[in-house]
């Protein structure tokens, strides 16, 4: 992120480019700045999306500050009260112990185990999406730079892998590491695996993006200026044409991030995700579904509704986002 | 000659199209979890037995009541104190065609009887086969044996010219994960042939025509399509929306709403089976706690301790809605020697659990795996999720590694585990079964699934003697004795007894059996 800064003045993320200079040494004038610039006014005008950056902040703040929120601690399997199960959201279990949410089948309080299943979620989705940043924009960097046939075997790839859903992918991942893996450690791998597999099934999109605007950057002036005097291509692509691909990329990784939690719970929805011990929302779910029929509602209800409000905020400012900082809508 | 040939299959053929139009009935079944090999000597397990017993006969069958009625013998007796005779059943055909022969139940009770059979120790008395013509047999036994019939009832016959020809002389070595043509494939005399088969998730039988049987039982079921179904809620909502006929083990949790709707029925009983804990007693160190240089379960205060901190009555109330027996010995009460007067748990109790577990010198408790089914038993793992937090609240920290049960059997069966679930269904409805498998010491032949390290002098001695005891009297002392030494020793923790839930749609009649094993050749279809 160094690099981005120091070459700002090309960003599209600072939109008052004049002010650029005085803000570098007062801090107070860079807050000014933010507060003054179109992005806050965009953001500050749109209730909905205020709405949605509240609650995102609130489920980050709930995944970081975990054990200090949540009022018990569901996954030490010492701490349930079996007799405490099945209680029904607002009721005092028979320990005496009041829940929130309810309880599931084995006592563990259904708001703690969201708070900490959130975290789960949100940590593979934000480890999944760094992954397949990381490598989505490596790639669309080389392919757009280099072009020729580098180009062509880094796209045809990606072509051929966007033309099966990203859940497929990440399925047939998940399952080839599974098979790799001994089964010893697998209950600890798994959600390393988990990260891997859906980054792995979603960097095609910033591989696109980036090879597209670094074709056109690299024609720039500044570009051949900087081959010009010598600049090793490695350098030209991270320091010069990298910061302003950012800011595209910046929004795929937000509506990324929404959807690799939901296909983390998909996929642990599945059975195939993190372990039934350290439980992410979608495990949470699925643990659920089996009490749906005998009326334990609550079991599922919360967490989907947990997952629902994440996922769509997420969205919503990802959404935004794109908007905010695409020129033409300007 | 020709002629008559045709004549008879255009009977035969009108008579089989009359008989389809009338009862071309499919029985669709499901249940949590799939027969383990189809090799029928491999895994004595229920679904696998379940799904051997209907490929195959055995020689001694039992009704739905369980009382001992012939199968594939027509009559048994005991010609001298260490010889049964049995008749075998004439004009029987296996799937293929070919004859059934006193040749194959030789060639069977060999293959069942010799390592890495599953069976060997069920029928571990017998020495000789002994082949007296083609409707006889001779067992020989290494002593007398009063209960070789009901010992039985759970080995499969198998064509011995087909396995030769796809070379299975021998079963399945399942807890290596061996592979051979049995697995997939069988060739026995059962009311039913094996019409395609893929593991896990759907195999289908239909009607053997030509079975022995036909007359006997009622038959009505011309195919069974059998399709495991791990998931609760689905195995559920396939059975509310008429996909399923029969669902051997609906949810406990489901079952309150199953009865109120009118056209699912629920068929409820005891079964002959007991879920418990296996504790790991080997002195030397044990790779699944973490505890070094010593094995803390070795010690029967720490036993005791584990046992006083579990509370099965909250686990019956709680995880099986009331739906279980708790029980305080692994002996289920249908079983001939069933202990009744020992049959009482130790309380729970958890300040005399700690002060147990400080008095072994673990004031700070232990570490240790507990291996247990996911896909066997009724909620199992939610089980060992509760013994989990049960056993934590006193300072035993459990590491729940809870897997599908082939894989959880083969770690039972290679003793890599130090503390696992188990249910113990008793098929000779006899102690010595118990004994014979979960407390002689394990040494090859005896205590094949004792994977306690359990082991005892008086004990084996009890077990052998009691193989070979004629006197009724005698024997149920020596069972008796071997009771009151399995429980002072707290080898395993009872949990409970099962009890069994069969849901069928309106129409269709499983009758019920307390070994949890449907017998389809006696399902009927009522409209």
């Not at chain 1, 320990?95 to 789960?120: C, E, H, K, L, M």
């Not at chain 1, 989705?125 to 397949?132: E, H």
């Not at chain 1, 990381?134 to 580098?150: E, K, N, P, Q």
């Not at chain 2, 099986?320 to 010995?329: A, D, E, I, K």
Request: overall charge negative; aromatic content about 8%; some cysteine.
């Amino acid at each position: 992120m160094g690099a981005s800064q120091s070459n700002s003045q090309q960003g599209p993320l600072n939109s008052r480019q004049g002010q650029a200079g005085a803000s570098e040494e007062a801090p107070h004038g860079r807050l000014h700045r933010i507060f003054d610039s179109d992005i806050w006014h965009s953001f500050s005008h749109s209730p909905i999306t205020v709405l949605s950056a509240i609650i995102t902040l609130l489920f980050f703040l709930a995944a970081i500050f975990a054990p200090l929120i949540a009022p018990y601690t569901p996954f030490q399997a010492g701490s349930l009260h079996l007799m405490d199960g099945f209680t029904p959201p607002f009721e005092q279990g028979m320990s005496g112990n009041f829940y929130v949410f309810g309880t599931d089948d084995q006592g563990r309080d259904v708001f703690s185990a969201i708070i900490y299943g959130a975290r789960i979620s949100l940590l593979v989705g934000f480890c999944a999406v760094l992954f397949a940043m990381v490598l989505g924009v490596t790639l669309g960097l080389i392919a757009g730079y280099r072009g020729g046939w580098v180009d062509t075997v880094i796209m045809r790839i990606a072509d051929v892998q966007l033309s099966f859903p990203a859940i497929l992918v990440a399925l047939l991942i998940f399952g080839l590491a599974k098979a790799m893996i001994p089964r010893d450690y697998q209950e600890n791998m798994a959600i390393y695996v988990l990260i891997i597999s859906i980054g792995l099934s979603d960097w095609v999109q910033y591989a696109r993006t980036v090879r597209g605007t670094t074709m056109v950057e690299k024609n720039r002036e500044y570009v051949q200026a900087a081959r010009v005097i010598g600049v090793r291509p490695a350098v030209i692509l991270f320091r010069h044409v990298l910061p302003n691909v950012m800011g595209s990329v910046l929004v795929i990784a937000t509506i990324g991030l929404a959807l690799a939690i939901i296909a983390e719970a998909t996929l642990s929805f599945l059975g195939v995700g993190v372990p039934p011990t350290t439980p992410s929302l979608g495990t949470l779910i699925r643990i659920g579904n089996d009490f749906l029929f005998s009326g334990e509602w609550w079991i599922t209800i919360f967490p989907g509704i947990a997952l629902i409000m994440l996922a769509l905020s997420v969205n919503l400012l990802g959404d935004w986002l794109r908007d905010a900082l695409n020129p033409k809508l300007r | 000659m020709q002629s008559r040939k045709l004549l008879m299959s255009l009977v035969l053929g009108s008579g089989l199209a009359v008989a389809s139009a009338a009862q071309a009935e499919t029985l669709r079944w499901a249940s949590q979890g799939d027969a383990l090999t189809l090799d029928p000597h491999a895994q004595n397990e229920g679904p696998t037995n379940t799904m051997s017993l209907h490929l195959h006969d055995p020689l001694v069958m039992r009704d739905n009541d369980m009382a001992i009625e012939p199968g594939l013998a027509t009559s048994w007796e005991a010609v001298e104190e260490t010889v049964w005779e049995f008749e075998i059943r004439e004009g029987v055909t296996f799937h293929d065609g070919s004859d059934f022969t006193a040749e194959d139940v030789a060639f069977s009770l060999n293959r069942a009887g010799t390592e890495p059979s599953d069976f060997r120790n069920y029928i571990s008395s017998i020495e000789e086969v002994e082949v007296v013509d083609d409707t006889t047999v001779h067992i020989h036994t290494s002593g007398p044996n009063p209960i070789l019939p009901q010992q039985l009832t759970q080995i499969s016959m198998m064509s011995k010219a087909w396995a030769e020809e796809n070379d299975v002389e021998t079963a399945q070595d399942y807890a290596s994960g061996e592979e051979n043509y049995a697995v997939r494939n069988a060739m026995g005399t059962g009311p039913y042939k094996l019409e395609s088969r893929e593991g896990d998730v759907r195999t289908v039988l239909v009607r053997n025509d030509d079975y022995w049987g036909m007359d006997r039982f009622p038959m009505e079921v011309e195919r069974i399509v059998y399709t495991p179904i791990s998931s609760d809620s689905t195995r559920v909502a396939a059975l509310l929306s008429g996909e399923l006929d029969f669902v051997l083990d609906p949810p406990v949790q489901d079952l309150e709403r199953l009865e109120e709707e009118g056209d699912i029925n629920i068929e409820q009983g005891e079964e002959n089976r007991t879920i418990f804990l296996g504790l790991n007693l080997r002195e030397e160190d044990s790779e699944y706690d973490n505890v070094e240089g010593e094995n803390p379960m070795a010690d029967k205060s720490v036993r005791e301790a584990m046992y006083h901190a579990i509370d099965a009555d909250t686990i019956q109330r709680v995880v099986m809605r009331g739906r279980s027996v708790p029980t305080g010995t692994i002996a289920p009460p249908f079983i001939n020697g069933y202990p009744e007067e020992l049959d009482e748990r130790l309380a729970f109790d958890q300040e005399r659990a700690r002060e147990l577990l400080a008095d072994a010198g673990y004031e700070d408790g232990f570490e240790v795996t507990l291996h247990c089914p996911n896909d066997r038993y009724i909620n199992d793992e939610a089980i060992c999720q509760a013994v989990a937090g049960m056993l934590g609240q006193v300072g035993v920290t459990v590491d729940l590694n809870s897997q599908t049960r082939s894989l959880h059997f083969q770690d039972i069966g290679n003793r890599e585990t130090g503390f696992y679930l188990l249910g113990w269904g008793v098929p000779t409805f006899d102690s010595e079964y118990v004994f014979n498998y979960l407390y002689h010491t394990d040494d090859g032949q005896r205590g094949s699934w004792n994977a306690t390290g359990f082991s005892n002098d008086r004990m084996d001695e009890l077990v052998q003697q009691m193989g070979t005891e004629v006197d009724e009297e005698r024997r149920n002392e020596m069972i008796a004795e071997a009771w009151e030494l399995a429980q002072s020793e707290l080898v395993y923790i009872p949990i409970h007894l099962q009890v069994l839930n069969w849901a069928t749609r309106e129409g269709v009649t499983v009758p019920l059996r307390a070994d949890n094993q449907p017998h389809i050749a006696t399902a009927t279809f009522n409209d």
